[in-house]
């Protein structure tokens, strides 16, 4: 991969003030936060100003003169809780005149696979366009027919590939540069920590909604640096016309619990961070015969079937995993798999999160449910492919491969991703 960022221009500075940084500009010279960002929440630290927080201080000047549409959904936030839509609406200072949503709605009233559609949204009377799963020439059509001049996006992102807000951001950003449109891309945290790229790379001939490009399964960035990443990698030959609002007070080894900002579920089964904590490797249990927990109180921690006993949480704690041990757990989802149904399976229980690796957590669970049930299947459709992004994580699993062995096929691609990954990172 090639390294560029013609026509992108960095956000930052001090004391809210908005700096554009010319796009040659590495890094360093781009503005960036080094504050540690300890607040819990509760007072007695630092707190995280968001992209959105530091926007809204500098009265908006970044876009002065410019019709805006924004794409969010219910986690675009400020640190009082009032969604961005229903602040900047009123405020003379911008000139908001679109919303686009993308999967579950901007309201956030669809299930996974769904959106709302188009309408006029009750409390704002703004026209909402729906995004989802429009890519290419139809969505920049769609922000043509919008009238806007700048497009911005703010969206809580879970630090996961196959975590469909990332694509709706690359999308969008082809989308302006057809439309010939400005992007703006307002920062959150990664709430799993941006320390590290965790998991196997994505092979582009399993490009889907559920990865586009090539990326490894848990990224370990924000989203401003994904979207450098996007704009200096995948989209070089046609780049959109970047800026970037970034957090002040975040470091890359903050989880959410230390940003002292209020979590909303950016999807109805992401109910709290600790979801997000796993969710990089256990929702590669949607590639399975097995509930992957959904219709619980705890989507993700909990995973099973029918007729699995406690011989799998014995297998996955022989394991030895790092920071993780596994509780045997019945349930009895209320939608999605085994509906209305008592399962029997575990629950994910982190006990250290600095050293759990959710990835190699999801790569153990997945051998060990082969080897304890008989009933293990893949689902027909091979959905675990288009999830990891390859076939050797299901066919290592079928020849009998161990943990060790299936995290070690994707090393070399990991290590390749992760130099590139470094050009784009924003915060220490």
């Known amino acids: 991969m090639s390294l560029s960022r013609r026509g992108l221009l960095t956000v930052g500075g001090a004391m809210g003030a908005l700096a554009a940084t010319a796009a040659s500009a590495g890094p360093a010279a781009?503005?960036?936060?080094?504050?540690?960002g300890h607040g819990n929440g509760h007072g007695g630290g630092p707190r995280v100003r968001?992209?959105?927080?530091?926007?809204?201080?500098?009265?908006?000047?970044?876009?002065?003169?410019?019709?805006?549409?924004?794409?969010?959904?219910?986690?675009?936030?400020?640190?009082?809780?009032?969604?961005?839509?229903?602040?900047?609406?009123?405020?003379?200072?911008?000139?908001?005149?679109?919303?686009f949503g993308p999967e579950h709605g901007f309201r956030g009233t669809a299930q996974a696979g769904g959106s709302e559609g188009r309408y006029d949204d009750p409390a704002t009377g703004l026209p909402v366009y729906d995004t989802y799963l429009k890519s290419g020439q139809a969505l920049a059509d769609i922000f043509t027919a919008s009238g806007v001049d700048t497009v911005v996006f703010d969206i809580q992102d879970a630090g996961a590939r196959f975590y469909t807000y990332i694509w709706t951001l690359y999308d969008c950003m082809e989308a302006a540069a057809l439309a010939g449109k400005r992007f703006v891309v307002l920062d959150r945290p990664n709430p799993v920590t941006g320390r590290a790229a965790l998991g196997p790379v994505l092979d582009p001939a399993f490009g889907t909604f559920v990865g586009r490009r090539e990326i490894s399964q848990a990224h370990g960035m924000t989203v401003t640096e994904l979207a450098l990443l996007f704009n200096g990698e995948f989209l070089k030959d046609r780049p959109a016309q970047l800026e970037i609002v970034k957090m002040s007070g975040w470091s890359r080894s903050d989880f959410f619990d230390a940003t002292g900002l209020p979590w909303v579920p950016p999807s109805p089964n992401m109910p709290t961070p600790d979801t997000a904590?796993?969710?990089?490797?256990?929702?590669?249990?949607?590639?399975?015969?097995?509930?992957?927990?959904?219709?619980?109180?705890?989507?993700?921690?909990?995973?099973?079937?029918?007729?699995?006993?406690?011989?799998?949480?014995?297998?996955?704690?022989?394991?030895?995993?790092?920071?993780v041990a596994?509780?045997?757990?019945?349930?009895?989802?209320?939608?999605?798999?085994?509906?209305?149904?008592?399962?029997?399976?575990?629950?994910?229980?982190?006990?250290?999160?600095?050293?759990?690796?959710?990835?190699?957590?999801?790569?153990?669970?997945?051998?060990?449910?082969?080897?304890?049930?008989?009933?293990?299947a893949w689902r027909s459709d091979n959905w675990i492919d288009k999830l990891t992004g390859n076939t050797?994580?299901?066919?290592?699993?079928?020849?009998g491969a161990n943990v060790d062995e299936v995290v070690g096929a994707w090393a070399a691609d990991l290590a390749a991703f992760r130099t590139v990954r470094k050009r784009y990172l924003q915060y220490r």
């Open 277 to 323: 904590l796993v969710y990089s490797g256990t929702c590669m249990f949607e590639g399975t015969n097995l509930s992957e927990g959904r219709g619980t109180t705890r989507p993700f921690e909990l995973l099973g079937a029918e007729g699995i006993d406690h011989r799998w949480a014995d297998a996955a704690n022989a394991l030895d995993l790092p920071g």
């Open 392 to 399: 050797r994580v299901r066919t290592m699993i079928d020849a």
């Open 326 to 376: 596994f509780r045997e757990a019945y349930f009895a989802p209320t939608f999605s798999k085994f509906q209305g149904v008592t399962v029997g399976g575990v629950q994910l229980h982190v006990l250290d999160r600095e050293d759990f690796d959710p990835v190699r957590t999801g790569i153990g669970l997945l051998i060990t449910a082969k080897r304890t049930w008989s009933g293990f």
């Open 50 to 99: 968001t992209g959105f927080d530091r926007l809204a201080a500098d009265g908006y000047a970044l876009l002065k003169g410019q019709r805006v549409g924004v794409v969010t959904n219910p986690t675009g936030i400020t640190s009082d809780v009032r969604h961005i839509v229903d602040v900047m609406h009123p405020d003379r200072r911008v000139n908001l005149t679109a919303v």
């Open 30 to 36: 781009a503005g960036t936060s080094h504050g540690k």
